[in-house]
Structures are given as structure tokens and as C-alpha cells.
T-cell receptor, first 112, second 114 residues
Framework: GENVGLHLPTLSVQEGDNSIINCAYSNSASDYFIWYKQESGKGPQFIIDIRSNMDKRQGQRVTVLLNKTVKHLSLQIAATQPGDSAVYFCAENKGGANNLFFGTGTRLTVIP | DAMVIQNPRYQVTQFGKPVTLSCSQTLNHNVMYWYQQKSSQAPKLLFHYYDKDFNNEADTPDNFQSRRPNTSFCFLDIRSPGLGDAAMYLC?????????????FGSGTQLSVL
């Protein structure tokens, strides 16, 4: 079936290092992707998005890369901080009415 | 400054006892969604309203119902909660339903079923 999946369920990084969270998708019709951050006991919070006509988008300390050839999405966090510890979800919109399909999620732990 | 507000944050109900979760928004968004999120899993869409039009996901059990009396409020009714319905329930809104609309989530209601 078509899905959005993550390569790693957990990721631990040292404070100050860069983090890379990966996501694979298999629906070539998906044209919009979002990364969400979810802290414990809270709802998902929008981080950054990218449309399929782009391959890179940068925000504050975050960069999303999209490789449509291999159907791969990644989130890069620069100079990771303890406040970045959370579960990160990628989500794809398959077109039509707004219906986000979330991936499994990766738990990022920042070691002080 | 909360824009999507869910009440209560924690809800405990008994097996089979109907329960209602509420969501309100100050964004004046047209679309409101209900997601179910079980422990360590991704959020799963149950249904959404575009204005007053209800859109149910094909695999959402009949046990789950929703009401949207006005633009600001949306309710999730679980008619006969089972143990498997214990989860975080997330409400979200978006301005429209186009492909690239951002969703704004509330903090969720954690439902326990005893």
C-alpha cells in the first residue's frame, strides 16, 4: 500500500550537533509535505512545509529536502537544542480535499 | 493566545458510557478535523467538517460521531467507548481544503476508558 514511513523510530543527538530526520513516501501523486513537531502531551505543531515543485526549503534552523526521484523527505535541524526534543512527523497531502496522511514519527532526544 | 482549544485536557469515562469531547477555534477557519492518536502512533483522521458538510473517513467506526453547531465549535461523541478507544483525540482546523492548507492543532484530549 501507499504510505509515509520513517527509517528510524528514535534518534539521539548531542546538543549543538545537527539532526537529520528522514521520511520515505511511496505515493508519487503527493504534492505537498509538512513536518510537524509534537512535544509530550501536546498537539502537533507545524514546523515547515514544501511543495513538490521544490527540492529544498529553509526556515529558522530547519531545512526540508525533497527528493522526488527516490520519494524521500528529510528534516535537518541545525545546532540542535534540548527544546528540540520531541516526536517529529512527516505528513503528505495526496491532493484533492485536505487530508494529511501522517508517517509513523521519529522521537528525537537531545543529550545536553 | 490559544487558537484551537480542546476541553477537557484529560477525560476519564467508563466502558460503554457515552462521552463528548469539545473543540473551539478563534481562527474562523472553515474546516475542522478530528484525529485519533494512540500511544506512540501517528494521528489518524476520523472525519472533518468543511463548514457544515460532514466528511467521514471510510474506516471510522460508527461509534464515533461529530457535531458542528457553528463555525467555532465542533464536538466528538463516542457513543459506547471501548477499551480500544483510549487515545489522544486531536482537533485541528484549516482555512480551506486545498492541497497546501496548513493544519492548526489543539493540545488534545487524553481519553481513558475504565
Amino acid at each position: 500500500g501507499e504510505n509515509v514511513g520513517l527509517h528510524l523510530p528514535t534518534l539521539s543527538v548531542q546538543e549543538g550537533d545537527n539532526s537529520i530526520i528522514n521520511c520515505a513516501y511511496s505515493n508519487s501523486a503527493s504534492d505537498y509535505f509538512i513536518w510537524y513537531k509534537q512535544e509530550s502531551g501536546k498537539g502537533p505543531q507545524f514546523i515547515i512545509d514544501i511543495r513538490s515543485n521544490m527540492d529544498k526549503r529553509q526556515g529558522q534552523r530547519v531545512t526540508v529536502l525533497l527528493n522526488k526521484t527516490v520519494k524521500h523527505l528529510s528534516l535537518q535541524i541545525a545546532a540542535t537544542q534540548p527544546g528540540d526534543s520531541a516526536v517529529y512527523f512527516c505528513a503528505e497531502n495526496k491532493g484533492g480535499a485536505n487530508n494529511l496522511f501522517f508517517g509513523t514519527g521519529t522521537r528525537l532526544t537531545v543529550i545536553p | 493566545d490559544a487558537m484551537v482549544i480542546q476541553n477537557p485536557r484529560y477525560q476519564v469515562t467508563q466502558f460503554g458510557k457515552p462521552v463528548t469531547l469539545s473543540c473551539s477555534q478563534t481562527l474562523n477557519h472553515n474546516v475542522m478535523y478530528w484525529y485519533q492518536q494512540k500511544s506512540s502512533q501517528a494521528p489518524k483522521l476520523l472525519f472533518h467538517y468543511y463548514d457544515k458538510d460532514f466528511n467521514n473517513e471510510a474506516d471510522t467506526p460508527d461509534n464515533f460521531q461529530s457535531r458542528r453547531p457553528n463555525t467555532s465549535f465542533c464536538f466528538l461523541d463516542i457513543r459506547s467507548p471501548g477499551l480500544g478507544d483510549a487515545a489522544m483525540y486531536l482537533c485541528a482546523t484549516s482555512r480551506g481544503s486545498s492541497n497546501n492548507e496548513k493544519l492548526f492543532f489543539g493540545s488534545g484530549t487524553q481519553l481513558s476508558v475504565l
